[in-house]
């Protein structure tokens, strides 16, 4: 609940309006029971006790990655399901990518969460329990917050959007806007419902190809909506938020990833001001497609420089842990957990 439900829903109890304040200022220190409300009147935390319970999530493996320190998180969900949240440490601070989904839907080719489909949507409070539970566990501060771990968040996009509200309130866990980042695999109309918010937050567009072939052949949502119809989506966002999009692009050896579709996209956003983050494909045994070579990801990054397109190419952290883009999953848990253990 939002601070205005929470003290609604108190004042039908005959509570003070103040009473709401305390609890979701808890809550979002992430308080896990009633008991450990310490400025609460004992009676009052019995007697919430008795009405209400908050479901944390309960921790079931954590695996830290002896390369990068990158640490995975998998976490019990109230019905018996299971999520993975990473932590990744960086410089400028901690960032977590969290799940919005028990698996997904979307059944990209390349991606290895989509391989059992979906099982469910996440709740507001479940993503926002990712968060905070990985903080506490781990004894770190978060202050960034990516939408890029199972699922598709933009098929779950009224818990999401409560997610966003939840996390970003001033009196709970206060990450600002600006420190969260969504990505998606390019829903059109939620995106242009997304617009409608006008939230301060990063778009990322999984992108991955730049004509509808190559796309169709990675990714099935692009017979919903083409190539075309995603990047005037996107240009329509940018319009209406003043925010610029964030291209993602993994490269898969010769499918995405000649000169030909360097220039091609090149061609497509030159001029818009968007980003592209290059990654190399991670690898996953299931799917039967390959990374690009590093030559292939240089030269593929040349052609987008030399055109003005502002590009990055990403790291791989957690590779070794199963933590990298791609590879949480939920069919294939107890495998990867136990070789790596
Ligand atoms: N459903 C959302 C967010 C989750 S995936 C989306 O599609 O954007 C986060 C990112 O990892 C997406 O860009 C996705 O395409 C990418 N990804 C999936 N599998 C990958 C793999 N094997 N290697 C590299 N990136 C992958």
């Known amino acids: 609940m939002l601070p205005d439900e929470l003290a609604a829903e108190f004042k039908a109890l005959g509570l003070p309006g103040y009473r709401a304040g305390q609890v979701f200022r808890w809550l979002g220190r992430g308080a896990a029971s009633f008991s450990e409300m310490s400025d609460l009147p004992a009676a009052l935390r019995d007697r919430l006790d008795g009405i209400y319970t908050i479901p944390a999530l309960t921790l079931l493996r954590r695996q830290i990655s002896r390369t990068d320190g990158t640490e995975k998180y998998l976490w019990a969900l109230p019905d018996g399901e299971s999520v993975e949240t990473v932590l990744m440490r960086y410089k400028h601070g901690n960032s977590v990518c969290i799940s919005s989904q028990v698996g997904c839907r979307m059944g990209c080719a390349f991606c290895?969460?989509?391989?059992?489909?979906?099982?469910?949507?996440?709740?507001?409070?479940?993503?926002?329990?990712?968060?905070?539970?990985?903080?506490?566990?781990?004894?770190?501060?978060?202050?960034?917050?990516v939408l890029m771990g199972i699922g598709e968040p933009l098929d779950n996009f009224d818990n999401v959007v409560r997610f966003l509200a939840l996390v970003n309130d001033p009196s709970g866990?206060?990450?600002?806007?600006?420190?969260?980042?969504?990505?998606?695999?390019?829903?059109?109309?939620?995106?242009?419902?997304?617009?409608?918010?006008?939230?301060?937050?990063?778009?990322?567009?999984?992108?991955?190809?730049?004509?509808?072939?190559?796309?169709?052949?990675?990714m099935p949502v692009n017979g919903r909506y083409g190539v075309e119809e995603l990047l005037a989506?996107?240009?329509?966002?940018?319009?209406?938020?003043?925010?610029r999009i964030s291209f993602e692009y993994a490269m898969v050896r010769g499918v995405n990833d000649t000169a030909a579709h360097a220039r091609e996209l090149a061609r497509r956003l030159r001029g818009t001001g968007s980003h592209v983050n290059l990654i190399r494909l991670n690898h996953v045994p299931e799917r039967g497609l390959e990374p690009s070579t590093p030559e292939a990801v240089r030269a593929f990054e040349e052609v987008l420089s030399a055109a003005g397109v502002t590009v990055t190419v990403r790291r791989r952290l957690g590779s070794d842990i199963d933590a990298a883009c791609g590879q949480l999953r939920r069919g294939q848990m107890r495998k990867s957990w136990n070789s790596t253990h």
């Open 112 to 145: 290895a969460s989509t391989i059992g489909g979906k099982v469910r949507d996440l709740a507001a409070s479940e993503m926002l329990d990712e968060v905070l539970r990985t903080g506490l566990t781990a004894g770190a501060e978060i202050s960034n917050i």
């Open 233 to 243: 989506a996107c240009e329509r966002y940018f319009k209406k938020t003043g925010r």
């Open 173 to 218: 866990a206060d990450i600002g806007m600006r420190h969260i980042s969504l990505s998606t695999c390019g829903l059109v109309d939620a995106i242009d419902k997304l617009a409608g918010l006008h939230l301060q937050l990063t778009l990322s567009v999984s992108l991955h190809a730049p004509d509808d072939a190559t796309r169709s052949a990675l």
